[in-house]
């Protein structure tokens, strides 16, 4: 419980730093953006309270009794009149007071900044600084409103606002005490502290709604009328508690940042990731060592097995590699175990998508999709394989691309991709060929842009009729291992796609005599392309490449395949 006290602690702490800060620097805005936020929501309350008065008025031929005795002697009819008037004039004051918070909120969030003087330090950093200070000034104005409300109900209702202050003091001892006993439950309430504490605050309005019910049929309560804005006053209450605890830990988690935009002699460094959390437990020498043998033995069936395990790059953030050697009983065998840290699960998922469904894949055989305290582990076996240097890497990697676009995509994987991913010809658009040629300016050959953009729907249906091939992206040094006969197989499929036929294939082999034999080595494996010229497969790779040129801001490169790309299409 010690720990979650002090989480709790820290996140005060933190709240009243900031406190010190603006009421020292922004006293008066301070004070005005609280109280105006304080007067908003009663202002509201009043608002939305008044119109339902009125329903009730009309609904009866008189003034009911339980309305104050001022109310009595101005009749129906005019009451109506008078709470219709009431309740819009409440509302727009709602909205003033509200726009008098986000005008005080920005001029103190100004003055802040300008008093600190600080150089851009990140992207966005007047949204951050603003948000920030609102999320403050919100929480102080909460814990005004809340404390209002209960004083409110203590002087005319004091059963249920004793009951309501009971509740909430078992909700937060509950809360912390189950958190430090529970790593799941203090997990989630990290996570989503937002819903938790929006469950313990319906369950509290629902509790008082009971309370106040068996009060007026078992007890002596007040009049119906206390016993309505007291309930109203609840509702407020604990749905203003459950904000008040999303953004306290909202401002703690903006801590770094809030602390070197407001606080002068402090700089912004961004937390590392902490090394408990993700893999990294896992990388620990005696934690590997027992996690990967608990693997093996399942993997080999047996506990009488010899084992070497070591790292090796595949170049990858947030990817670990582990290369296993083991000696049973009958014989020797060795394996790849691959750990995705907790931020890529969204690779390992793609990758056994894939792994899991395409079949004749150039793939190293995996054996294993598995999960190890939490995280994503994909096993291959690489026995009788070797791992490819940087140098046979980029040698094999053509024949490797043209082996893997002789894979024909199974119909459920295209279906399954093009659901949930545009294809190229959906991605090349106008637009970003119409800011290349701005960009370049005097420097582009504005008549073959102006023809590129002319040509560019008889160019996406040129590319939509491709038969379509599988893509892996961003191939490494240490992701192609190579057999005894010489064929390569893939190790990473974390980055893969469909696309039409060509795409990824390399500029410059398109111009030379191997690209005729690469079609014939496809066209041998894939019945579907025999009668596609090969200057649509060429199309296609030119169109790729342009599209990967653009997304790196190489405009000038980009644009020097302009020339080439029409004279493709113009062959088709």
Known sequence: MTSTVYSVGRALRWSVTLSRK???????????????????????????????????????????????????????????????????????TH???????????????KKLLNRSKKLAIFENQQEIASKGYARYSQNLATVGFVSLCLMVMAWFYPDIAIFIAIYITLCVLLVCIVASYSNSFHTKLSRELSSVSRLLGSLGFLLSFAYIVLNHLLGSPPGILVSVISLLLARQTFGRLATFAKDIQGLYGQKSQLRALFFHGHTFSQKPISRNQGFWPLVVPE??????????A????????????????????????????????????????????????????HEATLLSSQRSLPSVPIIKLDLVKGVHCHIYDVTGLKRCGKKET??????????????????????????????????????????MRDLLDRLADSDAVEQFLIRLNDIKETLRFLPLALIAHDIRPGMLWKSDNGDCFLINWTRWSIEPIGAKLPVSVLYEPSFTEIIEDIASERTDISKIESHDIRLAALISEFE?????ARYAEAHALVSKILLAAKSA
């Open 394 to 435: 980029i040698d094999q990697l053509v024949k490797f691309r043209t082996r893997l676009m002789s894979t024909t995509p199974q119909s459920d994987m295209v279906s399954l991709y093009a659901r949930s991913h545009p294809m190229l010809w959906q991605r090349l658009d106008q637009q970003s060929i119409i800011r």
């Open 548 to 552: 990967q040129r653009l997304q790196r």
């Open 287 to 296: 934690a590997r060592d027992a996690w990967i043998a608990e693997m093996l």
């Open 22 to 92: 603006f009421m020292r620097v922004v006293p008066w805005l301070t004070l005005l953006a609280v109280v105006s936020s304080v007067l908003s929501q009663f202002f509201m309350l009043a608002g939305f309270l008044l119109p339902l008065k009125v329903v009730l008025l009309l609904g009866s031929e008189t003034v009911p009794v339980y309305f104050p005795s001022v109310f009595q002697d101005v009749g129906r009819d005019g009451l109506v009149v008078f709470l219709s008037i009431a309740s819009v004039c409440f509302y727009l």
């Open 298 to 349: 399942e993997i080999v069936g047996s506990e009488n097995f010899e084992s070497d395990t070591q790292w090796f790059d595949i170049g990858l953030p947030d990817i670990v590699c582990y290369h296993v050697k083991v000696v049973t009983g009958d014989g020797r065998f060795e394996y790849v175990m691959k750990l995705f840290n907790s931020n890529r699960s969204a690779w390992a998922k």
């Open 95 to 109: 909205l003033l007071t509200g726009k008098i918070v986000d005008i005080s909120a920005t001029s103190a969030c």
